[in-house]
């Protein structure tokens, strides 16, 4: 498995929420921004549903108003998603990652199950979530499905309140009822993060442009948002990132919905937790290697 590492003009371009922890002013942002993302936050927190994850090694800027099977971009990871606080399970379907792959995860305990293969027994993997393979493992699902889930109140490594509280950051309105994000840091001059002219003011897009080494960059994110049985969940998130040879496009498709009362995820995770998937695997207990069959 390949650790997901985003790459520094992305990082750059979300250089809003990422240095600075202890720089905070907390009475600077207006009330009704704080209350909106953080009904946001609470919205997503349980929550079910498919991602399809499209990837490209190039800049592709008509990734924003076209579709990604129009582009010919290609299916990076696709499959199916449920979480709720202190726990949660993908599956995968297409992609990179081979259909049937499946991870869960509970307090400090991750389980990965082999995808199938003809003629090879699959396995369950028990790993500590704080080992080094937890970690491995579990990092797709935070940089990529989590942040895509999260994106409409936090840009992954701070949320956006955290962000406009900053003393080196300012939080204005915009004449159309939304606001703007931007750094009061003169190098950061051309980043910004803008939030939707909606009750909640979620957030659309963060653009930058700036030099890197004598060398030019551009990157953009944008997020677009469905609201599902009255909350409101992303739907859509495009990132363009144009720096030379390590330019890419990404376009994550997201259709969610509230967590339902019987799924996978409904009881404490377990071995148990794969059984509609009605296979049989070995479980591998790498905390203690222990070895058993479960059907």
Known sequence: MRKWIPHAVVACALCLPVAGWSLFAPDSVPEDFVKGHEQLKADSAAVEGEFVIYRIDKAMWDAFSKSPEELGMPVA???????????????????????????????????????????????????????????????????????????????????????????????????????????????????????????????????????????????????????????????????????????????VVLRLKPLGEKSPIADPISPKTFDELNASYSVIDAREDRRGLFD
Do not use: C
């Open 77 to 251: 990871n696709a499959g199916y998603v449920w979480r709720e606080p202190g726990r949660f399970r993908f599956d995968i379907t297409e992609g990179g990652m081979q259909p049937g792959y499946s991870v869960a995860a509970e307090g400090d305990v991750l389980y990965e199950l082999d995808a199938p293969h003809p003629g090879v027994e699959r396995a369950l993997r028990i790993h500590r979530r704080s080992s080094e393979r937890g970690k491995l493992v579990e990092s797709f699902y935070t940089h990529s499905i989590a942040r895509s889930i999260n994106a409409l109140w936090s840009g992954g490594d701070m949320t956006y309140v955290a962000s406009a509280k900053r003393r080196d950051t300012v939080l204005t309105s915009t004449s159309a009822g939304g606001y703007l994000l931007q750094s009061k840091d003169p190098a950061a001059a051309g980043v910004k993060a803008e939030f939707a002219t909606s009750a909640l003011h979620p957030f659309e897009r963060t653009s930058a442009s700036y030099t890197i080494g004598g060398s030019s960059a551009k990157a953009e994110i944008r997020v677009q948002s469905t609201k599902v049985d009255g909350i409101l969940l992303p739907s859509r998130i495009v990132t363009v990132s144009d720096f030379g040879a390590n330019s890419y496009t990404e376009v």
